[in-house]
């Protein structure tokens, strides 16, 4: 696939307008959309609702998913389809901390979760202790994706084990995640799912004041996940990284360690999504294995291919308008979701490769279908030919195209 | 005959084929020589159509096929033997023949005559698998399923290489009643300077991508062969 | 003195093929070394032997007088072996310099270069190689829009700015205008002295440009050695390039 337009360390105006867009929207989640939920009274035109609210925290958490599997991918070059495992896995550690504050408010009145009680458990099995804890939990809901995608990246990379055979192993890993937590037996809900939360930090899940403050957390928490992974990319680090995904034997010749590159970006995008899993849950109420499901991690990879993969930005963007347009049309149009996510995936890889990013610059305008529609379009107008891009000499545009 | 004009390739950057040009006519035997790397065997595969090229042109018989994928250009005429004879091992011998004549077209499925007159030993190893064959029997495979096409023009890529000396003999005496008795219009790729004299009419030497000198293959003179076949 | 290569003895087989039979050979400290040989021959092995790609079925090579037989690529790469493939891999999607910048570090573990900065020493490495390979107003371009001799040129930029001690450079010329050929011939001929360089080509015109020893291979041995002279007027090598 055709790497990105903009790489690490390019040209620092485009680089400058990623991180202002980003800025923007982070801003909006943090500030601008909590901030009109609590202040105007409902009812009011500036007043933006609790679903929305609700709505736009979880496309937040999304787009931390999307900048962690652009690291992993469009910087790394590792196409994973498992990222929907660690965002579960994440989301799973804060739905045992929100299961145990909900105390014995459940309803069979005991101090053990209720599907538990339902199963006859007499006892919290040994991997519950802790979670009564919001820091354990925090840290749990890094570390198990970050444990989880370490060991299995450390034995993938050290074989050598890449491109679409990786691919299809991380579904499998998925997979087999998802089975085993549909098991009642395994001890986090069965296909159930751990739910019925009521409170998080003694704040009740019901108030909208405090679905605003997770709102804003979950801003923060997405500048923050930006700007370490914009920091990597334009390190050193990052350009070996970016040259790993373009020629890795020649990383490997020149003295680098590929596996050891690969491992810490895998881990690192890991991590970050296990954070998002847990800014998730106390959103939506609910986490179960249909989480893991292998066509979620499909999704994550749509987002970011339909934003333009290798530039952060772009996958914040394809992560809001993939699933902005879902929770759109999963509403007004119910049936032809399905057919909208599957005519994006071909429109993109055939008519822009690059993702919706691609067509702000002119070369990449110059290089996608649909930039070149939209240039003859307007070229028509305006008697004179739109001049090739600069910089481009004419024999490497026509091996180009 | 064949004929290819001023066919420019490029691999990626790398410059491979410079303005090459060669022929040959009905009924003789031409050869390309020159040292690895030179591009003998990207030529033959531009002229078949297996290597996309940025100019030039490649005609057969009159017919102008240098928009032709590989198979037109097949059934057009032109048997291809490739370096290395790549029959297919899974198949038997049978097998790998009567592929040969689906290109064709036609109903027919019938091996030509020509191919047991050429190899008879080929008749009694129909069933034997063709990974089972020894390198020089898959070589003489290889060539007796390109004139399953029966083609009028056929293109060998270094047909003797790895082959044991008895077998090369009679590949010889193959490719030229080939041209001779068959009128085929024969190109061969040969870096054995010894049997591309004794097989060949003409040659074309090549060095860096262009043909830097041709004629008949009597004055192919030791000068040359030093400048551009010996180190 | 200790050569800077010694390949003793070496023995590659690949399913009952023998690539390399007992290859010996050496190399001095600054020499500048073709190797020539019919396909087959056993070049490309002996390439992948010495960086650590392959590794022998017997047989020692020694670098520096260390057996490095064994050791994993990036570590023989470490010490100071560098290889220019014959097509060009520079990193298109960067600039000239950062392309020459990613070869500088010393060491390349995650966290050093996550955090460090190029040092004077590095930037000074860096110069250097863009001005012998003439690179130096292309610096800011994406090496994937170089022309071909450019990214060959600057391929060669990246192994000199990791000071190499010994240089294989495989089939340099392919494909090159005569421009190119005449400027990469000098870029080759101005490294040896502070490097060792070995050459492996099929083009004899640039051979016979560049040559001060020649190594011919064939069958996986070392068949003749000597200046160009010696080894074209060998009646063996006549025979293994014409065939019997």
Known sequence: MTAAVTSPGRPPATRRWARALVAVVCACVAVAVPLLNVLPPAGSALHVSDFFVT?????ACYAIVAVAMDLAWGYAGILSLCHGLFFALGGYAMGMYLMRSIGAEGMYRSSLPDFMVFLDWKELPWYWHGFDRFGFAVAMAL???????????????????????????????????????????????????????????????????????????????LALAYAICDAVVTSRAGRVITAMRDVEAKVRFCGYDPAAYKLFAWTLSAVLCGAAGALYVPQVGIVNPSEMQPSSSVEIAIWVAVGGRGTLAGAVLGALLVNGAKSWLTVAFPTAWLYVLGALFVGVTLLLPGGVV???????????????????????????????????????????? | ???????????????????????????????????????????????????????????????????????????????????????????????????????????????????FRLFPVLRTMMRRRGGDLSGGQQQQLAIARALTLSPRCVILDEPTEGIQPSIVHELGEVIRRLYQEEKMSVLLVEQKLPFARRVAERFFLMERGSIVASGDMGSLSDDLVKRHLAV | MTPVLAVDQVTVSFDGFRALDG????????????????????????????????????GTVRFDGRDITRLPEHVI????????????????????????????????????????????????????????????????????????????????????????????????????????????????????????????????????????????????????????????????????YLGA
């Open chain 1, 55 to 59: 709505l736009v925290g979880k496309l």
């Open chain 1, 143 to 221: 570390l198990v994706p970050g444990v989880v995608a370490y060991v299995f990246g450390f034995f993938a990379f050290r074989s050598r084990i890449g491109g679409v055979y990786f691919s299809i192993i991380t579904q499998a890993l998925t997979y087999a995640a998802m089975l085993l937590f549909f098991r009642n037996a395994t001890g986090f809900g069965g296909n159930n799912g751990l739910t019925d939360f009521k409170r998080i930090l003694g704040f009740s899940l019901r108030d909208p004041a405090t679905r605003a403050a997770l709102c804003s957390v979950t801003g923060a928490a």
């Open chain 1, 358 to 401: 691609q067509l702000s610059t002119r070369a990449g305008r110059a290089r996608s279908t649909i930039g070149r529609a939209i240039g003859g379009l307007s070229a028509a107008r305006r008697a004179p030919r739109a001049p090739p891009p600069r910089g481009v000499p004419v024999a490497e545009q026509e091996a180009r195209r």
């Open chain 2, 1 to 115: 005959m064949l004929e290819a004009s001023d066919i420019h390739q490029f691999y990626g950057g790398s410059h491979t084929l410079r303005g090459a040009s060669v022929s040959v006519q009905a009924g003789s035997c031409t050869c390309v020589m020159g040292r690895n790397g030179v591009g003998k065997t990207t030529l033959l595969r531009a002229i078949m159509g297996l290597v996309p090229v940025r100019s030039g042109s490649v005609s057969f018989a009159g017919r102008e096929l240098s928009r032709a994928d590989p198979s037109e250009r097949a059934r057009a005429g032109i048997g291809y033997v490739p370096q290395g004879r790549e029959i297919f091992p899974a198949l038997t011998v049978e097998e790998n023949l009567r592929l040969g004549t689906l290109a064709r077209g036609g109903r027919a499925r019938d091996v030509p005559d020509l191919v």
């Open chain 3, 23 to 58: 290859l010996t050979l050496s190399l001095s400290q600054g020499e500048l070394r073709c190797l020539v040989g019919p396909n087959g021959a056993g070049k490309t092995t002996l390439m992948d032997v010495i960086t650590g790609k392959t590794r022998p079925a017997s």
């Open chain 3, 77 to 240: 790469a470490g010490l100071g072996v560098g290889r220019k493939f014959q097509r060009p891999t520079v990193f298109p999607e960067h600039t000239v310099h950062e392309n020459l910048e990613l070869m500088t570090r010393r060491d390349k573990g995650v966290l050093r270069t996550l955090f460090a900065r190029t040092r004077s020493d590095e930037r000074a490495a860096i110069e250097r190689a863009l001005e012998l390979t003439g690179l130096g107003d292309e610096r800011r371009r994406l090496a994937g829009l170089l022309a071909h001799g450019q990214k060959q040129w600057l391929e060669i930029g990246m192994l000199l700015v990791q000071q190499p001690k010994l240089l294989l450079v495989d089939e340099p010329v392919a494909g090159m205008t005569q421009e190119e050929i005449e400027r990469t011939a000098e870029i080759l001929a101005s490294l040896a002295g502070d490097h060792t360089v070995v050459v492996v080509e099929h083009d004899m015109e640039f051979v016979r440009t560049i040559a001060q020893t020649v190594t011919v291979l064939h069958e996986g041995r070392v068949l003749a050695q000597g200046s160009m002279q010696d080894v074209q007027s060998d009646p063996r090598v006549v025979e293994v």
